[in-house]
Structures are given as structure tokens and as C-alpha cells.
């Protein structure tokens, strides 16, 4: 199985920062990935999609890059909505696999 | 508006079987496929199972091959997770999800359920 490794595990940032979050696949994954955003007792949200695509009705200041086995996950200018866990989950090949999520905290 | 409510979780012992239905409206059911995506509490998202959108093709994470049966009954617009030999490291919040476009293999989820919680304990 594909192994993705996100980084940092949480962090803690305040309204306004830009917040980088990496995930990085044990082998190439072409552009097979998407982002998720998940909030206490709620389903995760997608976000972005073939590593770079902005789902529609996601906010601009979110964006997403990379291909191959890293990929970075930006929030340009971080809102008090923005505070909650992020998922990478990379969908090249069977079985799926996600990200151990990132908690971003308020500072 | 797509809508999907998961139902028959509970508490199971160690050993037993469950089987989770998700329920689906809002959409061409048959076209797509379908996944079953677990989280454990306090902890990440795990996939789970995925099935195509007529049935006839499946896949299963290592932990659970040969233990869970996912299927689906087109004509009822429902998706179902049989889990048997249940194990403490079963217990987790189950979602559905769909897939986000009519292709096999399932990519990405854009409509999930709002989860249904399985407790394995004695």
C-alpha cells in the first residue's frame, strides 16, 4: 500500500497567517490526489482534487500543488472558519490511503 | 440535492457481525461507485471498501479482507457493509461516500454520510 505522510501533525497559527501543510507519497502518485478539511463531529469536506483543482465553493485563499510523491496543501490567509483537521488521500491505486491529518490550532 | 444516511451501527462483542446500510437520494445511484471510509475515535481516516457502480467489482483494505462484504442493491438505492468477526480495532465511525465522477476505480468523495458509530466490546 501507498503511504502518505503529512507534515507537521499539528500546528498552531493565528487569523491572517499563510499555512503550508506537505504530504509526501511512499511512490509516485502522478497528480492522484485530493485535500480534505474535517471539523469535530462533521464528515470531511473536499477541497481540492488531481492536487490542484479547487473544488467548487472553496474558498481562493486555498490552493494546492505538486505531483509525483510531494504535495503541499496552502491557506493563504487563514480564517477563524479554517481551524480544523486536513487529510491528504492520493486515489492512484488501490487501496486508498490518507494522510494522518493535520490539526490546525489557533495561536 | 444528494443525500446519504447511514443506519445499523451500534455495539457489537468481539466476534460478532454487523451490517451498515447507507441510504442514497439525489442521484443516479447505479452510476456511481461507491466507498465505505472508517474513523477510528481521536484518530484518522481510514478506507475502508469500494465498490463499482453496477456491483461487479470490489476492493478491500488488509484489515478488514475477508472479514467485511460491501454490496449494493441498485433497485434500492443502498449501499451495505456486512462485517463480520468484529474486532476491537473495528470500532470507528463508518461514512459512505460517493464517488465524485461515474468512473471506476472510485476516486475522490465530494458527498460523504454524516457516519454511523461501531463499538466492538464486551
Known amino acids: 500500500a501507498i503511504r502518505m505522510t503529512q507534515s507537521p501533525s499539528s500546528l498552531s497559527a493565528s487569523t491572517g497567517d499563510r499555512v503550508t501543510i506537505t504530504c509526501r507519497a511512499s511512490?509516485?502518485?502522478?497528480?492522484?490526489l485530493a485535500w480534505y478539511q474535517q471539523k469535530p463531529g462533521k464528515a470531511p469536506k473536499l477541497l481540492i482534487y488531481a492536487a490542484s483543482t479547487l473544488q467548487s465553493g472553496v474558498p481562493s485563499r486555498f490552493s494546492g500543488s505538486g505531483s509525483g510523491t510531494d504535495f503541499t496543501l496552502t491557506i493563504s490567509c487563514l480564517q477563524s472558519e479554517d481551524f480544523a483537521t486536513y487529510y491528504c488521500q492520493q486515489y492512484y491505486s488501490y487501496p486508498q490511503t490518507f494522510g494522518q491529518g493535520t490539526k490546525v490550532e489557533i495561536k | 440535492e444528494v443525500q446519504l444516511l447511514e443506519s445499523g451501527g451500534g455495539l457489537v462483542q468481539p466476534g460478532g457481525s454487523l451490517r451498515l446500510s447507507c441510504a442514497a437520494s439525489g442521484f443516479t445511484f447505479s452510476s456511481y461507485a461507491m466507498s465505505w471510509v472508517r474513523q477510528a475515535p481521536g484518530k484518522g481516516l481510514e478506507w475502508v471498501s469500494a465498490i463499482s457502480g453496477s456491483g461487479g467489482s470490489t476492493y478491500y483494505a488488509d484489515s478488514v479482507k475477508g472479514r467485511f462484504t460491501i454490496s449494493r442493491d441498485n433497485s434500492k438505492n443502498t449501499l451495505y457493509l456486512q462485517m463480520n468477526s468484529l474486532r476491537a480495532e473495528d470500532t470507528a465511525v463508518y461514512y459512505c461516500a460517493k464517488d465524485y465522477s461515474s468512473s471506476w476505480p472510485a476516486e475522490y468523495f465530494q458527498h460523504w454520510g454524516q457516519g454511523t458509530l461501531v463499538t466492538v466490546s464486551s
Open positions: 511512490q509516485g502518485i502522478s497528480s492522484y
